[in-house]
């Protein structure tokens, strides 16, 4: 387990020797594992999804992505046919987040058996708790609570032949007591062999941590990414219905650089990179200008 002050000390560290180095500026070719694999998290496009949703995997599809995934791990049953028939896989699936992060989930939350059965009927690889909601992750006991259900539920999906992912959003990086925040707990409780992260580049930013270094000092512990990008001169939020609509940018050299990100993430062991962008003003034009960039790197 990495102790919260070595990987303070580590990253601080990291991040010094990342802006001395030189940036990276080498293209990514075609046949770059994550352009043979690129992904998109469907709720970049989930109003277009909600109306028409052959049309909106056609589009992307279309667009250059090689796989997508899903919002719900129970829309499997009639999504990953229709991304299948369009040459799109389907590896990973969010799952609803009170199974995990709730100490009281509602009657309706479906049991994790249930989620773990669902995805390897549709041939999943990973399932993502991908939320806390509010009145649930204000102290260092309730993310403590967290991480021990997540271990316990990473052991079944292990059993399955699944990886359970965490995907951060930015209130993990808000400093709780004694300064400690709700991904030191994370990193500190997290099982190391079976509890993986999915790492969202945008959040980690904005939550006032470095990307980059976060990556680095995570290596092994990450299985996949989310590229998204953030307006410069964004300020640290940590409550994330505060961030602005328009910090949400496709991915390009804004303010994180994505080649440094794609050099970073094979370099530590990272599975699969999925594009996303919450808030977009024309979603399919956005996942065009994403997926773009990262051909002519």
Known sequence: MIQRRQFLASTLATSSALLLAPRIHAALPPDHPYMKTLGLQLWTVRNQMASDPAATLKAVAKA???????????????????????????????????????????????????????????????????????????????????AERCNKAAEKCQAAGLTLCYHNHSFEFAPLQDKTTGFDVFIKEFDTQTMKFELDVFWVAIGGW??????????????????????????????????PFDAFKEVGEVSIDMKQVIAIASDIGVDLCHVEQDQSPAPLKSIEMSVQHLQNL
């Open 210 to 243: 470095d990307p980059l270094a976060t990556l680095k000092n995570l290596k092994g512990r990450v299985a996949q990414v989310h590229l998204k990008d953030l307006l410069k001169g964004s300020k640290t939020e940590h409550d994330e219905g505060k961030v």
């Open 64 to 146: 250059g992505y090689k796989q997508v995934e899903l919002m719900d791990v129970a829309d499997a049953i009639k999504l990953s046919p229709m991304a299948n028939d369009l040459g799109m896989k389907v590896h990973s699936a969010f799952f609803n987040w009170e199974i995990l992060g709730s100490d009281n989930p509602a009657a309706t939350v479906p049991k994790l058996d249930v989620v773990i059965d669902q995805a390897k009927q549709h041939d999943l690889k990973y399932l993502v708790f991908g939320y806390i909601g509010k009145g649930h992750r204000e102290t260092v006991s309730q993310y403590q609570r967290i």
